[in-house]
């Protein structure tokens, strides 16, 4: 049986490269050849089609961000979102997938695909060129281009003005001015090539805001594999992608940060004053999102069990 | 009846087309004169562009100016070219049908799962509920296109 | 492979029963994915195309250019820039013939688009060459071949495209299109003292000169003004092609009412026009989603990419092979679909193609030189029998000239445009060296 993963990040990413091929490899391995995967060189549709596109069987495996349209079908995977998460990608993406699944009907929000992966990428950071942000007052007016959900509401709350543009555009509005900084992990800014106009940029522990994404497979299309086969792909998904992929974020996280400090960008922690700002913010939007949660999950005790599990809630 | 309404979308694709002129210059000047860029203007760009394609496609059809090769023309009897004609019409009115429907369950899909744009908030299903009636109409006027091929 | 090519045959065989290629391409492409993965999941693809076609961000410069284009063909500045480029070439045999090429240049500086070019010049430069016994082969040639010129010199539409479909910086393609198009021009002009030298009863000897009245000289200044305006926004990073896109359209419209010839009735028009044109535009684009996702499904992309690697064939080779594919597609297919069609198919075989020459050790250098040479060949099916969209769109605007006199008219251009493509292809730095 050979099925189709449609991918739409370029080619070369890290992410392609280092844990998406070399899953679909092995797939064929596991099954002794009976099931194989074929990556399409060019996606089958917009980014935020992926996950219609595996239900609808348009491919059979799709990957892609929970975020990409604003709707009600994946509330409970604003979980990964938030900010001070944990800053291992492989330990954030091992708890998304076990408190996800266990706590917020994952399976359930994935409804008509067999939900083979969920996993988050490296910490978010807030990057800008106008200043070392050393109080919440520097950030008053601050246009900072951000993913979309959480982030925009955190930085709207802390006096921030969130816009929203496609990746690809953050390098041509950034050195026209447009914005002034945006939210990006460490290979994101390397990525979009913005280390000559970033000049600062901020962590806190744990990231500030994350993304967390899903690997799914058509429904059907997975009933008609055999139960071993099922089995033998089961053991290298879930978890065990989760730890492939959290890797592969890391390791191009690595490799950006040495770039980031060899352009010179000042890279430091959010000072104390910013940092408690963040987490007041921060713990309003999560209650705020545990109560639109259905009332047999507990949103607040899931963040608690997922920062337990990273090793977040110890800072 | 049919000229009114077609005119009546010649003035509403004018008024999107001028809409998204309009977005783009406020925003690049408000940029420049009050550092002041027009928020959510990416996302306004993308759904006037969505809702000009879906006001013009009826006119499209209706000038019959989806791009064609008259390539045999000069080589075939009128007879044949009308008849070639006739099954252009009823395969474009096919082919707008299907998109009509198709779109009817992305629209039902976006309506279900509350899809809305991410700065605005604007419903997503409107757009596609727009889509419906335009290749729905366009496929009426291509119909009606088969009896004058 | 196989599969692609049957869908192929397809597609061109209800082009044929004249079907709209757009429906063509989207019932064939729709078919063919069906085949393979069932109707329903066919049925999905198509619904997300249709959809998403449109929410697509940087297509917005579409219908923004194409509306400049038209305002500006209805502002009177055409007829400028075909009297400046007469006082150049007035005292010459064929003299109307290279002012018209010359000015084609110009308006495609302002238009994005070859048929909007040829429809604009055509009005203008084919009365005045008929009053003075221009034979019909020589003008309509000049117009429609010059009209090609729109889609190389920036703005243009198809580069946008091509930028779209490859991720490509839309800016450096404009740039890379500069030189080509002054070397486009110039060809053009020695193409038309060769006609004129090998057929003189197709010009007068010389012929009169017309004085710029003040509105022409409004013409040519507004011209360069919007080009340099659109230009160095773009490089000074003032804004980006997209927003160049929508501050040209502003500007054109300062511009076309500056000039005092435009009246509401023609804006209207202008509006209704670029209206119809983007809906055109956009089901093409639909239906290439279409079909391409079929092809790209049946693996006919990788099929040939894995050809090229396996085989290590000679970059060279492959290039020129891609190129005769072109002009061989172009003969039949409409400039836009033949784009939308081929590009996701060959642009990931060159993109990786090791070619010794240094300027083309980048492979964004490779994409950029590509989409010149695909333009460029573009353009010469433009003007390639039996299927040249703009001797149709000059057919539509001069009823009383047969076709079989404009193809004949358009055969020395066709012949510098085989050189200009020859020398594209062969010397890389052409499209290369401005974008650095
Ligand atoms: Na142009
Ligand atoms: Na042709």
Redesign the interface.
Known sequence: EEL?LSSWL?PRHPIVVNAIEPWADEVEKVTDGRVTV?V???P???P??HF??AR???ADITYGLHSF?????FKGAELGQFSFLGDDAAANSGAFWSVYRDKLGAEQEHAGTKLLGLFMHGPGLLHNNKMEITQVSDLQGM?IRVP??YA?DLMAGLGA?P????S??VY??L????IDGVAFTYEALTAFRLTDDIKYSMTVPGGIYNTTWFLVMNQGKWDGISAEDQAAIEAISGEAFAARVGKAWNDADAAAEAEIEKAGILLYPAPAPVEEAIRMQASKLEAAWADTLDDDRDGLAALATFREMTGAAAE | MTRAFLSALRGLSALLLAALILVTVTDVVGRYILNAPLPGAFELTQILLALLVFAALPLTTARREHVEVDLMAHVLTPRLIRAFGIFAALVTAAALAFFAVRLGIVAGDQAATGARSAALGLPMAAIAGVGVASCAVSAAIALAGARNP | MTASLIAFALLLGLAFLRVPIAFAMALTGAAGFAMLRGPDAAGAMVGQAVFETGLSYSLSVVPLFIFMGNVLAASGIAHGLFSGADRLFGRFRGGLAMATVLSCGGFSAVCGSSLATAATMSKVAMPSMRRFGYHDSLSTGAIAAGGTLGILIPPSVILIIYGILTESDIGKLFVAGLLPGVLGIALYLIAVLVAVRMNPKLAPPVSETVPMSRRDTMGVLGTLGLFAFIMAGIYGGFFTPIEAAGMGAGASLLIAFGMGEMTLAALGRAFADTASATAMIFAIIIGAEIFGNFVSFAGLPDAIADLVYDLDINPWLVMLAIVAIYLALGTVFESLSMILLTVPVFYPVVEYLQFASPILRDPEHVVIWFAIIVVVATEISLITPPVGMNVFVLRSVVRDVQLGTIFRGVFWFWVADILRIALIVGVPSLSLWLVG
């Open positions: 189709v370029p074929r399409l060189r060019k089958l549709g917009s935020a089609a219609d596109m609808d069987g348009v349209t604003e709707d009600d079908r246009k979309g959900g925009a003005t816009l929203f543009m496609s690809p555009e041509e509005k050195s026209r001015g447009v």
